[in-house]
């Protein structure tokens, strides 16, 4: 299996390319510099296709579609934006395409895009005209579940497909919580019970929660779990109450970050990198000491890895699309921090080495063949 | 109105959209009709400056010969200069 990894950041898109044993790497790019790259997704049902979310500073936000694995690029001919308002209605409008998923198994061409503002949008010839999800973007409920965001604005990530039932949707909204539909889209219902939400006054609140990241693994798709701004959490379906595997991590590290990567084989294995959410969350390495942390056994324990990564005065984070796994046997885990470094390992997180130094600020880390 | 031919200048963000111009001509009595009749001919180019709700992007100033345009309602006569600004920002 080919080894390639695209790397999206604040000022351009970039692609690593592995040798055989993925021990040497070569960095091209970038393409599209000066822009704002979100994510950049590979079609896992047509390989050769890729999408690419992306704006400038001026200018606004569209969706790019490569049929050659990332050689040339074609714009959306109808980018995700919100429908026109109607009379007094709130006019929303796209600021960031910020999220890329490719649709169902089954349904070749298809794909969907989380936006901020928070917006729901699905694609159903490969990405090229975009119509908005109705049954969330105006769901009478919207307005109460998206109340307020992040500095950035409201960021709806983390869309899953079950890939059992196309159907079957989930998303996380930050801030707003993670919600679910049964009939692709057309209602959704809050799925927060159990999560924590320091920063709202009601503890109990049914939705109003910071999922940083939500993943639902491949081969076991009852099996959920995220990253929170407060903890980390599972769910096994078809319970509706998340368990905070969090608790076990070290106390002095606690179980705040951005990212949550699972094993693509076992629902078991899970590595997150957390980061100081401490006082007044400083959103860096913890004590300048950069570390992974991984689950063999579903959140009842955690495991440091930081072998090969700096020991001391290194303070990036890893945003929650910047984190990836590949699908070897031996199971590659990657990583971009915030401070431009792409760092590698071969061996499930075991020992890092980093693979590209001094590019921009990155978004994303997305594993190819 | 009658459609009036007029020069629209292009900002350097844009000039993917045509071909590398600076300059084009568009025809229209309204600056919602220069961009209409723009996008036709460089298909994508006016979503970039003007959102889903018809507004002009935060970063974006359109200015008809020397003077700003808050709306795209503002009428356009032949021989105008409409000028398509990226206002400074970012870091």
């Not at chain 1, 599209?32 to 994510?39: E, M, N, R, S, T």
């Not at chain 1, 079609?43 to 694995?69: C, F, I, Q, W």
């Not at chain 1, 026109?84 to 999220?99: P, T």
């Not at chain 2, 007029?6 to 600056?31: F, K, W």
Request: proline content about 7%; hydrophobic content about 40%; aromatic content about 10%.
């Amino acid at each position: 299996m080919a080894s390639m990894l695209w790397i999206s950041t604040r000022k351009g898109a970039f692609a690593l390319r592995a040798d055989h044993a993925r021990k040497n790497w070569k960095l091209a790019g970038p393409q599209f510099l000066g822009h704002i790259v979100h994510h950049i997704v590979q079609d896992p049902r047509e390989p050769k296709v890729l999408l690419m979310a992306a704006k400038t500073g001026h200018l606004g936000p569209t969706v790019y579609r490569s049929e050659n694995r990332g050689r040339t690029w074609r714009e959306a001919s109808q980018p995700p934006a919100f429908r026109k308002a109607i009379d007094a209605e709130q006019a929303r409008a796209a600021q960031r395409v910020f999220w890329l998923t490719p649709g169902h198994a089954s349904e070749s061409g298809t794909w969907y895009a989380g936006t901020s503002p928070a917006g729901l949008f699905r694609s159903e010839d490969g990405g090229m005209r975009w119509e908005p999800v109705a049954g969330f973007n105006d769901h009478p409920m919207r307005s109460k579940w998206v109340t307020f965001g992040t500095p950035d604005g409201e960021f709806l990530h983390s869309i899953l497909v079950d890939p059992r039932d196309p159907k079957h949707l989930y998303i996380g909204i930050s801030i707003g919580g993670i919600f679910e539909s049964t009939d692709a889209g057309g209602d959704w219902t809050p799925l927060n019970e159990g999560v924590a939400a320091d920063f709202l006054p009601d503890p109990a609140a049914p939705f109003g929660h910071d999922p940083h990241c939500v993943a639902l693994h491949p081969l076991e798709p009852d099996r959920l779990y995220h990253q929170n701004h407060c903890g980390l959490y599972r769910l096994d379906r078809p319970e509706r109450r998340w368990i905070r595997v969090g608790k076990a991590m070290p106390k002095k590290i606690g179980d705040v970050g951005f990212p949550i990567v699972l094993h693509p084989t076992d629902p078991d294995t899970a590595w997150v990198f957390p980061m100081d959410g401490r006082t007044v969350w400083p959103r860096t390495s913890i004590d300048g000491k950069p570390a992974v942390y991984r689950t063999h056994d579903a959140g009842k324990t955690w495991r440091r890895l930081d072998r090969g990564l700096p020991r001391s005065q290194a303070w990036f984070t890893v945003l929650r699309q910047a984190m990836c796994v590949d699908g070897h046997a031996r199971c590659g885990l990657y990583f971009g921090t915030t401070g431009g470094d792409v760092w590698a390992s071969t061996n499930a997180g075991e020992r890092w080495s980093c693979i590209a130094q001094h590019l921009p600020e990155i978004y994303s880390v997305t594993h190819a063949v | 109105m009658a459609a009036a031919n007029c020069t629209v200048r292009i900002a350097s963000p844009l000039r993917s959209y045509t071909a590398g111009a600076s300059s084009v001509t568009a025809d229209g009595a309204t600056l919602h009709e220069i961009l209409a009749n723009l996008d036709r001919r460089f298909p994508g180019i006016r979503f970039r400056m003007i959102d889903e709700q018809d507004r002009i992007r935060p970063h974006m100033r359109l200015f008809v010969n020397t003077s700003e345009a808050r709306a795209l309602s503002e009428s356009v006569r032949a021989g105008d200069t409409v000028h398509v600004i990226c206002a400074l920002s970012g870091g």
